[in-house]
C-alpha cells in the first residue's frame, strides 16, 4: 500500500502527570485524588509520590524524546500542581515547572499537546465540594483552564481537556464516589457527569476565547463492540454498549446536549441532573476542533434481559468495573477470535480500524489517537536491554490500521501510543509496562531510576524517520 501518512503527520507518544511526574507533595503540590488512591495500595505496590520521578528528570527525559525523533508529546498537567486546593492561590512554581517543560519542547521542535484533567481532581475539592457532584467544581475548573491559558497559551495551541470523562465515570474510586446504595450512586454519578460536561464546554469557550490559533477538544477511551451472535436483539446490544460508554460522550460534546437516546435512561431511572437554563446557551456555543481517542481493545456484548429481580438499567459487574453488564441491555462475553493481553486486553488491530472510520463518519472531525498500547511484564536483561518484540507487534499492527484508515479516507492527523516511558500503573503499579523507554525501578525498589531504550524504541525511530513507511 502507498505510504498515506502526510509529511506532518504528528508521531508522538504520551503520558500523564500522576503515573511520571513524582514530587507529589514538592514546591507546593497540593494532594490529589490519584494520590489518595494510590496511596491505599503503597504497602502492594508503588505509588505517586516518585512514580517514574519525571519531576527531576524531565531535561533528560526529553532529550530522549528528541532522539526518538518525536513530532508531539502528549502529556497532562497536574491542576493541583498549579492550584494546589483547586480554587484557591496559583502556585507560581508548578506554573514555572511546566513553563520549563515546554520551552524545552518547543526547543526541540515538540509540539506540546496537553491534557487539562488526567484523573488528578484536586484532593480539597472533595473535601470541599465532594468533587465533580458540586456545579462550583465545574466553575473551579474553567478558572483553572483561564490560568493554563494565560500562562502557556503563547506556545501551546492544542489542547485536550478530560482525559476519558467516559471511562472515569464508570470507575467510582476515580470520581470518588462512596455512595453504596444503587440509585442514589446512579443519582450522583449522572450529575457529576453532567458538571463534567459543563466544565469542558466552559473550558472549550475559553480556549476560543484567550488562545490565539486554538484548538481544544476531549479524549474518549473509545469502545468498539461486536455483537455476540447475528440474532437482532444482540446486533442491538452491542451498539448499545457502544452509545452507553462512549458515544453519548461524544454526542453531548458535538451537539451540547444529550442525545435522546442517553436521556430515555436517565428520565426511566429517574436520576436526570439538576441543570439550569442558561447551560444549553455555553454547551452548544462549545465546538470541539478535533477528537482524542484512546484505543486498547473491542468487545463483544449479547442481549441480557431485565427481571423480576434485576429491573432495567439495573448495573453489575461484568469483566470488570468498567465493562459492565447492564439488565435490559447488553451482557459482556469473551471473543474467542481474539488473543487478550496477560491483563485481559483483547487485542484487535482492525477495531482501530472500525471506530475511526466510525468517529470520522459521524463528527466528521479531524482524529488523533492518544493511547494504544500494550501493557506487560518486561525483563530487563543482564545487559540492561529490553527485547519487547511484543510491543512492536502490538504497535505495526495498529499503525497499519490507521494507514488503512487514511486509505478509507479519515483524517487521522496524529500517533501518540501509550507510554513514551514506564509509568505507575493505577492498580499494577511497575509490574504493567507500556513504555518506549524502561525506568529501572521496582515497586519497592527505586534503584537508580536509569532510563533504558527498549528495542520498540528503536523500532519506532525507524517508523518516524520514514513517516511510518517502514514498519518492518
Known amino acids: 500500500?502507498?505510504?498515506?501518512?502526510?509529511?506532518?503527520?504528528?508521531?508522538?507518544?504520551?503520558?500523564?502527570?500522576?503515573?511520571?511526574?513524582?514530587?507529589?507533595?514538592?514546591?507546593?503540590?497540593?494532594?490529589?485524588?490519584?494520590?489518595?488512591?494510590?496511596?491505599?495500595?503503597?504497602h502492594l505496590q508503588a505509588d505517586s509520590k516518585v512514580a517514574s520521578d519525571f519531576y527531576h528528570h524531565w531535561d533528560e527525559d526529553i532529550d530522549l524524546m528528541k532522539e526518538l525523533g518525536m513530532k508531539t508529546y502528549r502529556f497532562s498537567i497536574s491542576w493541583a500542581r498549579i492550584i494546589p486546593d483547586g480554587d484557591g492561590k496559583v502556585n507560581q512554581k508548578g506554573i514555572d515547572f511546566y513553563n520549563k517543560v515546554i520551552d524545552k519542547l518547543i526547543e526541540y521542535d515538540i509540539i506540546p499537546f496537553i491534557t487539562l484533567y488526567h484523573f488528578d481532581l484536586p484532593y480539597a475539592l472533595v473535601e470541599k465540594y465532594n468533587g465533580w457532584e458540586a456545579r462550583d467544581c465545574a466553575y473551579a475548573f474553567e478558572r483553572y483552564a483561564k490560568i493554563c491559558f494565560e500562562n502557556f497559551g503563547d506556545r501551546v495551541k492544542y489542547w485536550v481537556i478530560h482525559n476519558e470523562q467516559n471511562l472515569m465515570m464508570r470507575i467510582d474510586e476515580r470520581m470518588n464516589i462512596c455512595e453504596t446504595d444503587p440509585l442514589k450512586k446512579e443519582k450522583i454519578r449522572a450529575q457529576m457527569d453532567y458538571h463534567m460536561f459543563l466544565a469542558h464546554a466552559l473550558a472549550t469557550n475559553a480556549c476560543h476565547e484567550a488562545v490565539e490559533n486554538g484548538k481544544i477538544g476531549p479524549a474518549v477511551s473509545s469502545t468498539v463492540t461486536y455483537p455476540y451472535t447475528n440474532k437482532p436483539e444482540d446486533v442491538w446490544a452491542a451498539r448499545m454498549n457502544n452509545q452507553f460508554k462512549t458515544d453519548y460522550c461524544l454526542d453531548f460534546h458535538f451537539n451540547g446536549e444529550y442525545p435522546g437516546y442517553y436521556m430515555e435512561y436517565l428520565k426511566e431511572q429517574n436520576i436526570v441532573p439538576k441543570m439550569e437554563d442558561r447551560d444549553a446557551e455555553i454547551m452548544k456555543a462549545a465546538k470541539m476542533d478535533f477528537i482524542a481517542l484512546n484505543y486498547y481493545r473491542t468487545l463483544t456484548a449479547r442481549y441480557l434481559p431485565a427481571t423480576q429481580e434485576h429491573k432495567k438499567g439495573e448495573r453489575v459487574e461484568g469483566f470488570n468495573e468498567v465493562d459492565y453488564d447492564m439488565y435490559g441491555y447488553w451482557k459482556i462475553e469473551k471473543n474467542v477470535n481474539l488473543k487478550a493481553s496477560e491483563y485481559g486486553a483483547q487485542i484487535d488491530p482492525v477495531g482501530l480500524r472500525i471506530v475511526l472510520n466510525e468517529y470520522w463518519n459521524r463528527y466528521h472531525l479531524p482524529l488523533i489517537i492518544t493511547e494504544n498500547g500494550l501493557g506487560t511484564a518486561d525483563v530487563l536483561t543482564s545487559d540492561n536491554k529490553v527485547h519487547d518484540e511484543y510491543r512492536i507487534d502490538y504497535l505495526r499492527n495498529h499503525i497499519r490500521a490507521i494507514r488503512e484508515s487514511l486509505a478509507d479516507g479519515v483524517n487521522v492527523f496524529g500517533y501518540c501510543p501509550w507510554s513514551f516511558m514506564d509509568l505507575l500503573s493505577s492498580h499494577q503499579g511497575f509490574k504493567k509496562r507500556y513504555g518506549l523507554v524502561y525506568v529501572d525501578r521496582t515497586d519497592d525498589d527505586l534503584k537508580e531510576l536509569k532510563r533504558i531504550k527498549k528495542d520498540s524504541f528503536y523500532w519506532y525511530q525507524k517508523v518516524i524517520q520514514s513517516n511510518g513507511a517502514d514498519l518492518a
Not at 8 to 24: C, L, M, N, P, T
Open 1 to 42: 500500500m502507498t505510504n498515506l501518512f502526510q509529511k506532518d503527520f504528528w508521531w508522538g507518544a504520551s503520558s500523564s502527570a500522576f503515573q511520571i511526574e513524582g514530587g507529589w507533595n514538592e514546591d507546593g503540590k497540593g494532594k490529589t485524588v490519584a494520590d489518595f488512591n494510590s496511596f491505599k495500595r503503597s
